[in-house]
C-alpha cells in the first residue's frame, strides 16, 4: 500500500485532485451553456460532482466501474424521464392531490432505478439523485446530451488513468 503521507503521495494525489477539480469546471461551464435551470443545474453538478469523488478518490470501488457509471446514468436518465411523464398524468387527473402523487411518484421512481441498477449490476449511487430531478423537472435535450457527454468524459478518464489514480 502506498503511504498517502509521503510526498510522493501528496503529489499523487495533488494531480488527482487537480485533474478533478478541472474536470469539474468543465462540467460546470456546459452545464451552465445548456441553459438549464437551477434546479436541473444543481442537480446536474451535484450528481456528477459526487461521481467525479468516487471515480478520483475511490477508483478501485464497484461503483467506480465504467459499465456502473454509464449504466447508472443511463437507467437514471430513462426511469426518471418516463416517471416524469407519469407524474404529469397522475397531477393532472388529479389536481387536488398533485403533493401526495409527486411524492409517491417519486419514491417508486427511486426504488425502480435502484432496482433496475441492482438488476443490470450497475450501482451508481449519485445518478440515482438524477432520477429525483428528472421526475420533478423535465430536462431540454441540451441538458441531457451535456450530461451524457460529462459522463463519457468521466468514463474515458477513469480508463486512461486508471493506473494512476490511488
Known amino acids: 500500500m502506498r503511504d498517502l ?14 485533474l478533478a ?3 469539474l469546471w468543465l462540467v460546470l461551464f456546459l452545464l451552465d451553456e445548456a441553459s438549464l435551470t437551477q434546479l ?3 442537480a446536474g453538478a451535484g450528481s456528477l460532482a459526487s461521481s467525479t469523488y468516487i471515480v478520483f478518490a475511490n477508483p478501485r470501488s464497484l461503483s467506480a466501474r465504467p459499465m456502473n457509471i454509464f449504466g447508472g446514468y443511463l437507467l437514471a436518465l430513462i426511469i426518471g424521464m418516463f416517471f416524469h411523464q407519469i407524474n404529469v398524468m397522475f397531477s393532472l387527473a388529479m389536481p387536488d392531490q398533485a403533493s401526495f402523487v409527486f411524492e409517491c411518484v417519486t419514491a417508486f421512481s427511486i426504488g425502480i432505478t435502484m432496482l433496475t441498477m441492482l438488476f443490470f449490476h450497475c450501482g451508481h449511487p449519485p445518478a440515482a439523485g438524477l432520477t ?6 423535465r430536462m ?4 441531457v446530451a451535456v450530461i451524457v457527454f460529462a459522463v463519457a468524459v468521466l468514463i474515458f478518464l477513469r480508463l486512461w488513468f486508471k493506473d494512476y489514480l490511488t
Open 40 to 42: 436541473a443545474w444543481a
Open 21 to 23: 477539480t478541472l474536470y
Open 132 to 137: 429525483v430531478v428528472l421526475v420533478i423537472e
Open 5 to 18: 503521507y509521503s510526498f510522493r503521495g501528496r503529489h499523487h494525489l495533488l494531480g488527482q485532485v487537480t
Open 140 to 143: 431540454s435535450p441540451s441538458s
